[in-house]
């Protein structure tokens, strides 16, 4: 039943130069998110902490 939910990876879609690319890509994507999102990051942290020390 779970070998039905294998998915074939970049490397077995595309040549290998491709799937690197690809990655590249996505890898990029990620990375400028987490830059666009940086303030939001931080407030999440700085929440998390104070909820922390509140509870101690």
Known sequence: ???ELIYPTKFE????????IEF???RY???STTFDNFD?????VKNS?????IQS
Do not use: D, P, R, V
């Open 1 to 3: 039943m779970l070998n």
């Open 49 to 53: 902490i104070l909820k922390k020390i």
């Open 40 to 44: 939001l990051e931080i407030k999440t």
């Open 13 to 20: 879609k595309a040549n290998a130069t491709q799937a690197i």
């Open 24 to 26: 590249i890509i996505e």
């Open 29 to 31: 994507q990620i990375t």
